[in-house]
Nanobody, 118 residues
Framework: VQLQACGGGLVQAGGSLGLSCAVS????????MGWYRQAPGKERELVAL???????NYLDNVKGRFTISRDNAKNVVYLQMNSLEPEDTAVYFC?????????????WGQGTLVTVSS
């Protein structure tokens, strides 16, 4: 399974950015898709996750500002980020997992930098 993320960049506070991530390879058992982020000096944290049934899970401080969605036919996950804050500055990592024969396998895309200026 390979993940290819697109998007990110520099935006002013209050602005918007969109991220997308295409999952390829053996995707038939993909369950969760989503995004993590890691700011300088901080641990990686879950930003948003969507499962193959469409249920979503968000980091508390992005609720109402970020929206995750996925296109199961295309195996693409999106993250729309609105009302961005300087605290959202981080490297964002695309994530997917699958469940095969009782084991969960996690996959990561390359990070994409999101910088929010004040």
């Amino acid at each position: 399974v390979q993940l290819q993320a697109c998007g990110g960049g520099l935006v002013q506070a209050g602005g918007s950015l969109g991220l997308s991530c295409a999952v390829s390879g053996s995707t038939v058992n993909i369950k969760n898709m989503g995004w993590y982020r890691q700011a300088p000096g901080k641990e990686r944290e879950l930003v948003a996750l969507v499962n193959n049934g469409g249920s979503t899970n968000y980091l508390d401080n992005v609720k109402g500002r970020f929206t995750i969605s996925r296109d199961n036919a295309k195996n693409v996950v999106y993250l729309q980020m609105n009302s961005l804050e300087p605290e959202d500055t981080a490297v964002y990592f695309c994530y997917a997992d699958d469940y095969v024969l009782g084991t969960t396998f996690s996959y990561w895309g390359q990070g994409t930098l999101v910088t929010v200026s004040s």
